[in-house]
């Protein structure tokens, strides 16, 4: 069965909103794993906008399932992630100071950089999965890094998904049976929501896990926490 992990970056930003604790994001990852999701994933960003360095260590004492990093593999993320030893690192590779994940890595440009820095990663005990876009080519170049997983950039996917879902996973799905011929994971994430998610795993058999963020906080708002949770995992 996919795996649901929990992005909690959005619980971040409503904190960080008035400088306070409230909502306490170490408080929501005990809350989403009680309420049943299989991880929990935060992306802290250089400039601390939502999940701050701090928190990502202070998740490592309650994230009783999956702990999974995101971020650019900076000389500082290094550092922080092999501080840490989460679970999983998922490689991006955004500048700074962008919104959210816009990009896939070129890992056929990138493959020197992220073979070092996959094997760094690998040596800790930490599983890698890097962050691309559907392309059989990028997939390859992937396996060549040594990454242990890959993890489909979902928007476009999810932008398609409303003119022509059938069409809308076709890159998708050559891409990830290409993954398990490669004896490569496959990740999911971004935009992914209660309307697009279950045809996606449906379609798509060898999906190990999907981080799920925007979409889900944003209904908890009107569902409630866990049973959105609940929701998502009966999707899965
Ligand atoms: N995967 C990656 C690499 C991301 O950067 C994000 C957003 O932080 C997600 C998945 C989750 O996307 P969303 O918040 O749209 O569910």
């Not at 971020?71 to 955004?94: A, R």
């Not at 906080?217 to 609940?230: A, P, V």
């Amino acid at each position: 069965m996919t795996h649901l992990s929990v992005n909690i970056n959005k619980i971040a930003t409503l904190r960080n909103s008035r400088g306070g604790l409230m909502p306490d994001v170490i408080h929501a990852a005990k809350k989403c794993l009680d309420f049943g999701a299989d991880g929990i994933t935060v992306h802290p960003r250089p400039d601390q906008r939502h999940i701050t360095r701090s928190d990502a260590y202070r998740l490592k004492e309650v994230v009783t399932k999956e702990y999974n990093i995101e971020g650019f593999p900076s000389k500082e993320f290094i550092k922080m992630v092999t501080e840490i030893l989460p679970d999983q690192v998922t490689l991006v590779p955004d500048p700074p100071n962008v919104l959210t994940s816009n990009n896939g890595w070129d890992t056929i440009k990138n493959y020197g950089f992220l073979k070092e820095i996959i094997a760094e990663l690998q040596l800790h005990n930490i599983r890698v999965s890097i962050f691309v876009n559907p392309d059989l080519k990028i997939v390859e170049g992937a396996k060549n890094c040594n990454s242990d997983r890959i993890e489909l950039y979902t928007e476009a996917y999810c932008n398609n998904f409303i003119k022509d879902k059938s069409l809308a996973i076709q890159p998708y799905l050559k891409a990830a049976v290409l993954a398990q011929n490669l004896e490569l994971g496959v990740n999911a994430g971004h935009d992914l929501n209660m309307q697009n998610l279950s045809f996606f795993v449906k379609e798509i058999e060898n999906i190990a896990e999907v981080s799920i963020g925007h979409a889900l906080i944003s209904d908890s708002l009107y569902l409630g926490l866990e049973n959105t949770i609940q929701m998502y995992k009966r999707l899965l």
